[in-house]
C-alpha cells in the first residue's frame, strides 16, 4: 500500500483491507510512518517522535491495526510519558503505570496507536500553541490555527496521517479542530465514555473523550465498540435502542430542527460561517425535516461566570496534582500565562463559589433540557468564523486575566460550550467552505442520550453535502 492510497482512506475501509488480506497491518502502519513524516515538519502535530512500533492491540477488534493517534492529555497508556502540553510535567513527562479505560477500549477495538498529538496546556485553549511545543498548524493554511485543544489530532486527521485520533472535549475541544480542519467531531453525552479510573466527572461534568474522524461511519462504528459504564463509575446511561452503526442508513423520521446563528456572547460570527448554517437548514428542509428559528435563552454573563470557576479549578487540581508527581513547581517559568492566572485564580476559589457556580449549572440545564422537549436538534455553527490566524489565542499573553483569557477563547467559540455545560451530544460536520477554501463545520445538537439521531442526521447530511473528496493544501497523498 503506498501513501497516496493511504491516505484517502477511512479507519473502516482501511480495516476491512486488512481483514480481507488485501494488505496487512504492516503494510498499513508503513504507510502511516511515512504519511506522518510528510506532513508533520509543516503542521508540528506530534508531542513526541512517532512511536518505532505501534502500542499493542487486539488482531480481532473491529478496527484491528488501524493506525491512530493518541491527544497528549487526559486518555494515556501505561508506560507511555504524557506531558498534557506543559513544562511543569519536566523534562520526561509523567509516566502512568496503567491505562485509562477508554485506552484500554481503544486497543480492544483494533486501533494502532502510532503517535502522540500535541494538545494546549492543560487543554486551556481553543488553539494548539503551547509553549512546549511550539504551534501547531492547520494543513488547509499553515498561518491559521488547528484549533484545540485537540489541535494536533485534527491536523493529523485532515492531513491524511491518521485515519482516526483520540481528542476530548471541556467547551468544543472535539468538535473546534473538527471544523477548523474539516472533519467530523461528535462529543457524546457526559458519561457516555468512562473516564474510569482516573475521574469520576473531569473539569466537574463538563468533559467529554472521544476521537475527531473523517467520516461519520468512523465515528459511529468507534462509538460503539468504546461506549458504556464500567465498574465503579456513579451514572450509568442507558444504551441506545440499537447500535449506532445501525443509524448509518439515515432512515430517520421527520425531526424537528431549531436553527440560531446568533452568538450568545453577543460576538460576530461571519457571515459565510452563518450562511452556511443557512444553506444547511435548506438542505435538511428538502430531506422532509421542520426546520425554524429558535434557541434556548440565557443569561450569557452567568454562563460565563461557571466557566470562570470551573476552568479555574479544574486548572488549579490539575497543575497541583501534576507538581506533586513532577516535583516540579508552578511559576511563570514553568506555566504559561493563562495557566498560572486560572491556577491562582483557582486556589482562592470557596466552597460558595463553586455552589453558585453549580446553581447556574442546573438552571440553565432544566431551560436546556426544555428546549430539548419542544425540539430534536439544534443546527449552529460549530464555531464564529473560519480558522483563526495563529497567535490570536496567546495563552501565554500575561495581559489577560484568567476572566478575560476565558472570555477571550468563548467570543470566538460561543456555539459549543453550551452542551458541555449540559451534558448533551453534540457533533460538527464539514458542511461548507468559505470562499478561500477554508473549511466551515456546522454543530447539530440534541437532548441528552441522543447520539443515536445525531448520527442518522449526521448520515443523511454526509450523502446531501458530500466532502470526502475535499483535501487540504498539505496532505500525505500530495
Not at 145 to 172: F, K, Q, R
Not at 324 to 345: C, F, H, I, R, W
Not at 460 to 474: F, G, K, N, S, T
Amino acid at each position: 500500500m503506498n501513501v497516496a492510497e493511504y491516505a484517502v482512506l477511512d479507519g473502516y475501509e482501511l480495516a476491512q483491507l486488512i481483514r480481507s488480506g488485501q494488505v496487512t497491518a504492516a503494510e498499513v502502519q508503513e504507510a502511516a510512518a511515512e504519511a506522518i513524516e510528510r506532513v508533520n515538519p509543516q503542521l508540528n502535530a506530534t508531542a513526541a517522535p512517532p512511536f518505532a512500533e505501534p502500542l499493542s492491540y487486539a488482531a480481532d477488534g473491529l478496527f484491528a491495526g488501524v493506525p491512530f493517534g493518541l491527544k497528549d492529555l487526559v486518555c494515556h497508556a501505561a508506560g507511555v510519558p504524557t506531558r498534557m502540553g506543559s513544562r511543569i510535567t519536566g523534562d520526561r513527562g509523567v509516566t502512568h503505570g496503567h491505562d485509562t479505560e477508554l485506552m484500554s477500549r481503544f486497543r480492544k477495538a483494533g486501533l494502532a496507536t502510532v503517535a502522540l498529538t500535541t494538545s494546549p496546556e492543560m487543554g486551556y485553549n481553543a488553539n494548539t500553541e503551547p509553549v512546549v511545543h511550539g504551534s501547531t498548524r492547520n494543513p488547509w493554511d499553515p498561518s491559521r490555527s488547528a484549533g484545540g485543544s485537540s489541535g494536533g489530532s485534527g491536523a493529523l486527521v485532515a492531513a491524511g496521517a491518521v485515519p482516526i485520533a483520540h481528542a476530548n472535549d471541556g467547551g468544543g475541544s472535539i468538535r473546534i479542530p473538527a471544523a477548523f480542519n474539516g472533519l467530523v467531531g461528535l462529543k457524546p453525552t457526559t458519561g457516555r465514555v468512562s473516564l474510569a479510573p482516573d475521574m469520576q466527572e473531569g473539569l466537574y461534568g463538563f468533559l467529554a473523550e472521544f476521537v475527531v474522524t473523517r467520516s461519520v461511519r468512523d465515528a459511529a462504528l468507534l462509538l460503539d465498540e468504546v461506549a458504556g459504564w464500567a465498574p465503579g463509575d456513579k451514572y450509568r446511561l442507558p444504551d441506545p435502542p440499537r447500535p449506532y452503526r445501525e443509524e448509518l442508513a439515515g432512515e430517520s423520521r421527520a425531526l424537528r430542527i431549531a436553527v440560531h446563528t446568533e452568538s450568545w456572547a453577543g460576538t460576530h460570527v461571519d457571515p459565510e460561517v452563518a450562511d452556511a448554517v443557512h444553506h444547511v437548514a435548506r438542505t435538511l428542509e428538502g430531506l422532509g425535516h421542520r426546520v425554524e428559528q429558535a434557541a434556548p435563552r440565557f443569561s450569557w454573563d452567568e454562563f460565563m461566570l461557571t466557566h470562570y470557576r470551573y476552568w479555574a479549578g479544574f486548572v488549579a487540581e490539575s497543575v497541583h496534582a501534576v507538581s506533586q508527581v513532577s516535583g516540579v513547581k508552578p511559576g511563570p517559568d514553568t506555566l504559561e500565562a493563562s495557566v498560572l492566572a486560572g491556577y491562582e485564580y483557582g486556589r482562592g476559589l470557596t466552597v460558595l463559589d463553586m455552589a453558585e457556580a453549580s446553581a447556574i449549572v442546573t438552571s440553565i440545564s432544566r431551560t436546556a433540557g426544555e428546549f430539548f422537549g419542544s425540539y430534536d436538534v439544534l443546527l449552529t455553527p460549530t464555531t464564529n468564523t473560519a480558522p483563526l490566524p495563529l497567535g490570536y489565542l496567546d495563552a501565554d499573553d500575561p495581559a489577560l486575566g484568567h476572566e478575560e483569557w476565558t472570555r477571550r477563547i468563548f467570543d470566538v467559540a460561543s456555539f459549543t460550550p453550551l452542551h458541555n455545560l449540559t451534558g448533551s451530544p453534540a457533533i460538527s460536520l464539514p458542511l461548507a467552505t468559505t470562499r478561500e477554501g477554508l473549511p466551515i463545520g456546522v454543530q447539530l445538537a440534541a437532548g441528552l442520550c441522543e447520539e443515536s439521531t445525531l448520527i442518522g442526521l449526521a448520515a443523511q447530511l454526509e450523502v446531501a453535502l458530500p466532502w470526502a473528496d475535499r483535501l487540504p493544501q498539505i496532505h500525505a497523498s500530495r
